[in-house]
C-alpha cells in the first residue's frame, strides 16, 4: 500500500514549496492592510523576546550557580516544549480526516503515513515560529555564556530537531487516541484537548513572566532541587548547549547526532502510528458530530427569540460552551498563581474588580467578538427579515449580557470572599462591583460592535474578524481598567468616555454590517474611527504620566509631545488615506512607499521636511507651554478632524441629529482632553466645535484653543 | 471495472448505506441517482478509500477500495462535491501541485498542468483560486482528477450550483471523457443529465439500492404502462419505497 504512495521526501518537498507561494501569495496579495502590518510585527516580536531573556538570563547567570544555572535553562525550557506540544497534539493537520485540504491530500496517492512523516519534517520550515519556539531562549542563553556562533548554530539546531520531535510525537498521540475513541465521545476528547491547550499555554505565560519580571525569585524557587532537575532526563533538550560550554564543539556534536537519532526514531513511530491507525477509524475523524449521535430539540419551550436563538445555540454546542467559560477563568487563574501570586487576592476590592473585568473580557474575545465569523452563512437570513438590523444584534447582545455580567460579578464576589478582610458597608467595594457589572455589560456590547463594524463576509477565504479587529478590541476594552484603578475625576472621566465610545462603536457597526456581504463596500471614516483615536490619545497620554519612574517632569513632557505629533500625524494620514479610497485597497502605506520610489527630488525634499519638523519639535517639547500646544493640535485633528467630522457626515439628515453629533463629539471631547474639568474648559470645547462645524476646517479651532492658552 | 458488493455504512446507529451491490464495467458511464442524503456522497467516499467500510466490499480495477486505496487512485479521478482549492494558488499553481502529487516530475508536471489550464481554465488559469466562480472552480478539479489520465473517473454531483451555461459545458467534458472510453461514476440527482449522458444508472434512496439498469429498461419496467420520462420512474420508485 504504503510503496505506490509517493516519497515522504518528494512530498516534503512539494508541501514546502507550495505552501510557502501559497503563504507568500496571500501576504502580497490578499488581507487588508492591519493584518500585513500584524505579520510584520510577527516577524519583529522574536527579537523582542531576545532581548527579554537576555536580560533575564543576564541576571541568572550572576546570582545563580552554574548547576543552578542549568536547572533553570532546564525548567524554561520544558516550559516552552511541553505546551508546544500540547498545542500540536491539540491542533494536529493530521487527527481530523474530514478536512477539506485531507480530503484533498487523501483522494491522491499519498498514504497517511507518508502523510504524517512528511508533515513532521515540513513543519521545520512551514511553521516558522514553531520550529523555532526555543531559539529566543537558547540564543540568550548561548550569548550569556559567551558561545558565540556556534552556540547560536547549535541552539537553532536544537529548536529545529525537538519541532520535529514534536510534531510528530503530537500526531501520533492524537492519531491514537482517535482510533481508541468512539465516534460519540470524540466530542469530549476536542473538548478536552482545547481545555488542555488552554492549561499549557497558560503555564507558560505564567512560567514565562516569572522568569522575565523576577528572575532572582525563579532562582531561589528552583535552587533546592538544582542538582537533581540538572541530572534528570528532562535537562537532555539543553546538553549540547550545556556540553558546549564546558567540553567544547566535538561532545557537544555527538549530543546533537543523539538529537537527531531520537528524531527519526520519532518520525519513525508516527508514521508506524498513522499506518495503523489508516483503515481503523481515523476516516471518520472529522465527520459533523450529528452524523455521529441523534440530536432533538428535546421540548418546545416558548416562540423562539432572536435573544433565545442565540442562548440554545450556545448551550447546545456544550464543548463550545465548556472551552468558553473555563478558558478565560484558566488564562487568569494561572495568572494569579504564577508571577503575579497571591497579591490578586489580598489587593482588595480594586484588584479583586480588575480580575472579575479581565475575565469578562476575555469572555467577550472568545464569544460575542467573533459572532459574525460564527455566523458569517446565516447572516444573509438575518438580513432578510422585517426586522431591523440593530433589533437583531441587540438580541444577540442580551443574550450574551447575561452570561458575561454573570460571570464578572460571580468572580468578583468569589475573589472577594476568598480574599477575605472586607467590610459590607465599605463604599469602595460597592462602586467597584458597580463598576464591574457597567463594564461588563459594556464590554459585550463593545464586542459586537466591534465584530459588525470588522465584518468582511463577501470572502469565504477570509476571516470575518481580522487580528487587527481583535487587538483593537483590547485596546478599547483595556481603558476600562482605568476606571477600576484610579479614583476621583479621572475614574469617572474614563467610564464616561468608555461608554461613549461603545455606543459610537454601536451605532457604527450597525451602519456597517449592513455592507458587510458587499464586497466593494466604502472605508468611510466614522464615529468609530473618532472614538478609537481618542481612546489611543488618551490612554497614551495616561500611560505617559503613570510611567517610567525616575523620569524627570521636562523628559515627560517631552514624551508626551512625542506623543501628540505622532498621534496627530497618523490621524491625518489615516484620513488622507481614507478619502484616496487607499483603505478599501486594504494598503494603507503602499502608495506612500511608491511615491517615495517615485522620484529623486521628492525624497530629498520629504528626508528635509522630517528633518526640520523633527528639529521644530525637539525645540517646542523643551517648554512645557508648547508642550501644551502640540497637544492641542493632536487633540484638535482627533476630536474635531476624525471625530466630530464624522459624526457629522453620519448624522446630518435633521436639525437634531446634527446637535446631536456636535454635542457628542462634545462630550466625548471633554472627557478625553488633558485639560481639568471646568467650566472654560467645556466652554472652550463647545466654542471650537462650534467653529469646526461652521467652517469644516481645522484653523479656527486650533488657533482659538492655541489663543485661550497663550494669552 | 467497479464493483461495489453489499457495502454498508453506519455512523453509529444511523444507516447512511446499506448492503448496496452495484457493478459498472468499464468503459461504462454509470449514473448514481438519489434524492439528498441518500447515501450518494458516502458511497463515492468509500470507493475512494476516504472512508472505512461497516461491511461489505468495494473494489475498483481489482483492488480492494479500504485496504489498497493508494494503489488506486493511481487510476482513479476524483471530482468532490465541493471541491477544496487553496485559495492563494492559482489554477496552474494547483495542477502543477496535483501532478506532483500523482509523482510527476518537474517538467511532466509542468507541461500536464499548463496542458490542462489551457483546456479547463483558459485565460484565468493564473489568477488565484479564491477569485473563481463556482464553475471555474469546478473545472479546475476536474482538471486536477484527470491530470493523470486516469481509467476510472468519480464523479460526485459535477453539475451541482452550476449555471445552464457552466452545466452544458460540465456535461459536454463528461460526454467526451465516456467517448474517450473512461469508465465514469457519476453521482447526481438532475434526471436530464443522466437520460443524457449515462449508460446506466443505479437509483439509490436511504442507503438501499431501488433499481439497476439502462435508462429506457428502467422506463419500460417501471414507467405508467411501459412509458413515462426517467423522472416519473424516479419519484414512483420512490414513492415506493416509502421516501
Known sequence: MTAASIPSLRLVRLLVRFRLRHTWNGF????????????????????????????????????????????????????????????????????????????????????????????????SVLDFWGALF???????????????????????????????????????????????????????????FGLLSALSVATLWALASFVLRRPEGFVRAVEPWASQIANSPFSLFVLPLVVLHENGIAPCLVWLAGLLAGAVVFVWLASRVAAASAGRGWEDAG?????????????????????????????????????????????VGVQVFGAAGMEVFGGGPQRAGLLAY???????????????????????????????????????????????????????????????????????????????????????????????????????????LG????????????????????????????????????????????????????????RPVTPSDGAMATVLLFCGVHLISL??????????????????????????????????????????????????????????????????????????????????????????????????????????????????AVGVSVLVAT?????????????????????FAGSRSLAPAVLGRMSWLLF | MIEILALSKHYGSKVALDALSITVQGGEVMGFLGPNGSGKTTTIRLLMGLLRPTSGLAKILGKDCHTESVALKRHVGYLPDEPFLYPYLSGLEFLE????????????????????????????????????????????????????????LILDEPTNGLDPMAAKQMKELVSQLARDGKTVFLSTHLLETTERLCHRVAIISSGRLLAVDEPANLQRLHGTDGVGSLEDVFLKLLAAAGT
Open chain 1, 358 to 464: 479581565s475575565l469578562a473580557a476575555y469572555l467577550a474575545t472568545l464569544g460575542p467578538l467573533p459572532h459574525m465569523q460564527a455566523e458569517r452563512r446565516v447572516f444573509w437570513v438575518l438580513r432578510s427579515v422585517p426586522v431591523s438590523l440593530g433589533h437583531i444584534m441587540w438580541g444577540k447582545a442580551k443574550a450574551w449580557l447575561l452570561l458575561i455580567v454573570g460571570v464578572g460579578v460571580l468572580s468578583f464576589a468569589a475573589t472577594v470572599a476568598v480574599g477575605g478582610g472586607f467590610h459590607l458597608n465599605d463604599h469602595v467595594l460597592w462602586r467597584t462591583l458597580a463598576l464591574v457589572v457597567v463594564g461588563s455589560a459594556m464590554v459585550c456590547i463593545l464586542a459586537i460592535g466591534i465584530g459588525c463594524n470588522a465584518a468582511e463576509l463577501s470572502d469565504e477565504g477570509r476571516n470575518a
Open chain 1, 134 to 192: 526555543l531559539l529566543p531562549v537558547l540564543a540568550a542563553v548561548s550569548y550569556v555564556w559567551r558561545l558565540g556562533v556556534v552556540g547560536f548554530a547549535v541552539s537553532l539546531l536544537t529548536s529545529v530537531l525537538l519541532q520535529v520531535c514534536l510534531v510528530a510525537v503530537g500526531q501520533s498521540v492524537g492519531l491514537g487516541l482517535l482510533g481508541r475513541v468512539s465516534l460519540a465521545k470524540r466530542r469530549v476528547l476536542a473538548t478536552i
Open chain 1, 547 to 660: 510611567a517610567p519612574a525616575g523620569m524627570s517632569v521636562q523628559e515627560s513632557q517631552v514624551v508626551r509631545a512625542v506623543w501628540a505629533a505622532l498621534v496627530s500625524v497618523g490621524g491625518l494620514l489615516f484620513l488622507w488615506s481614507v478619502r484616496r479610497g487607499m483603505m478599501r485597497k486594504g494598503a494603507m502605506l503602499l502608495p506612500l512607499l511608491s511615491a517615495w520610489r517615485g522620484r529623486g527630488w521628492m525624497r530629498v525634499v520629504g528626508v528635509a521636511a522630517a528633518c526640520v519638523a523633527a528639529g521644530v519639535l525637539l525645540q517646542l517639547t523643551v517648554h512645557p507651554p508648547s508642550t501644551a500646544l502640540v497637544m492641542v493640535v493632536a487633540e484638535e485633528v482627533v476630536f474635531r478632524a476624525i471625530l466630530q467630522r464624522s459624526m457629522q457626515d453620519h448624522f446630518h439628515h435633521t436639525r437634531n441629529e446634527r446637535i446631536l
Open chain 2, 97 to 152: 501541485l496535483v501532478a506532483g502529487l500523482h509523482g510527476f516530475s518537474g517538467p511532466d508536471a509542468r507541461r500536464r498542468a499548463h496542458d490542462l489550464a489551457e483546456r479547463f481554465i483558459g485565460p484565468e488559469a493564473p489568477r488565484f483560486c479564491m477569485t473563481y466562480s463556482h464553475g471555474t472552480k469546478k473545472r479546475v478539479a476536474l482538471a486536477a482528477a484527470l491530470i493523470h489520465d486516469p481509467q476510472v
Open chain 1, 287 to 331: 465527520l459533523p458530530f450529528d452524523a455521529t449521535a441523534a440530536s432533538f430539540a428535546q421540548k418546545r419551550g416558548p416562540a423562539l427569540s432572536i435573544a433565545r436563538k442565540e442562548t440554545l445555540l450556545l448551550v447546545r454546542d456544550r464543548s463550545r460552551f465548556v472551552a468558553l467559560l473555563a478558558m478565560p477563568f484558566l488564562f
Open chain 1, 28 to 123: 502580497r496579495r490578499g488581507g487588508s492592510s492591519g493584518t500585513k502590518w500584524v505579520g510584520v510585527v510577527a516577524l519583529l516580536l522574536p527579537l523582542t523576546y531576545v532581548g527579554l531573556f537576555l536580560s533575564a538570563f543576564g541576571v541568572v547567570a550572576r546570582v545563580a550557580s552554574w548547576p543552578v544555572q542549568v536547572a533553570t535553562l532546564v525548567v524554561v525550557v520544558w516550559g516552552l516544549t511541553l505546551a508546544s506540544l500540547v498545542s500540536k497534539l491539540t491542533g494536529g493537520d493530521a487527527v481530523v480526516a474530514g478536512t477539506g485540504e485531507n480530503e484533498f491530500l487523501m483522494s491522491r496517492p499519498v498514504s497517511l503515513a507518508n502523510l504524517v512523516v512528511a508533515r513532521a519534517l515540513a513543519a
Open chain 1, 671 to 691: 472627557a478625553a482632553t488633558v485639560e481639568a474639568l471646568s467650566v472654560p474648559a467645556l466652554l472652550t470645547q463647545v466654542l471650537a466645535a462650534m467653529a
Open chain 1, 467 to 522: 487580528p487587527a479587529g481583535v487587538y483593537v478590541f483590547l485596546m478599547v476594552a483595556g481603558l476600562f481598567n482605568l476606571a477600576l484603578l484610579r479614583d476621583g475625576t479621572l475614574a469617572w472621566r474614563t467610564v464616561a468616555l468608555y461608554a461613549a465610545t461603545v455606543a459610537l462603536v454601536w451605532a457604527t457597526g450597525i451602519r456597517r454590517a449592513e455592507t458587510a456581504l458587499d464586497p466593494g463596500r466604502l
